[in-house]
């Protein structure tokens, strides 16, 4: 068959087939790309993993590390609590064994200059 004798259907067939020659060809191209994307995704996504693993152990340390701290100052805060507490008390003790007998001498006192100037003051007359 000579390209001349070829009917209208045989040249269809041949162009039908050369189209779909060039699909293929396309999608063979299409498919390579995506390969290429896929693969150095695939590349960055080891990279990420390789370099955040270890960042993720040492913050989980980090975090480790900072909960024993605030277990320890919260043993501090509660044994500061506790010392508050009793200077509380200490201190109202002493304000009450102490204001007491210190309102009397300034009574006392008070009383003593009163009767002074009382004193004084009648022997003027």
């Given at each position: 068959m000579t390209?001349?004798?070829?009917?209208?259907?045989?040249?269809?067939?041949?162009?039908?087939?050369?189209?779909?020659?060039l699909?293929?060809?396309?999608?063979?191209?299409v498919l390579?790309?995506?390969?290429?994307?896929?693969?150095?995704?695939?590349m960055?996504?080891?990279?990420f993993?390789?370099?955040?693993?270890?960042?993720?152990k040492?913050?989980?340390?980090?975090?480790?590390?900072?909960?024993?701290?605030?277990?320890?100052?919260?043993?501090?805060?509660?044994?500061?609590?506790?010392?508050?507490?009793?200077?509380?008390?200490?201190?109202?003790?002493?304000?009450?064994?102490?204001?007491?007998?210190?309102?009397?001498?300034?009574?006392?006192?008070?009383?003593?200059?009163?009767?002074?100037?009382?004193?004084?003051?009648?022997?003027?007359?």
């Amino acid at each position: 068959m000579t390209l001349l004798a070829m009917s209208g259907g045989d040249t269809a067939l041949v162009i039908l087939a050369a189209f779909w020659a060039l699909l293929v060809l396309a999608l063979c191209v299409v498919l390579l790309n995506t390969f290429n994307v896929l693969t150095s995704t695939k590349m960055t996504i080891d990279t990420f993993r390789e370099e955040t693993v270890p960042l993720l152990k040492e913050v989980v340390g980090s975090v480790e590390r900072a909960n024993r701290e605030l277990d320890r100052v919260d043993g501090m805060l509660e044994s500061a609590g506790v010392i508050v507490g009793r200077v509380e008390k200490l201190t109202g003790l002493v304000e009450k064994a102490a204001a007491s007998p210190l309102v009397k001498v300034i009574s006392f006192g008070a009383g003593v200059r009163k009767a002074a100037r009382k004193a004084a003051g009648g022997k003027k007359r």
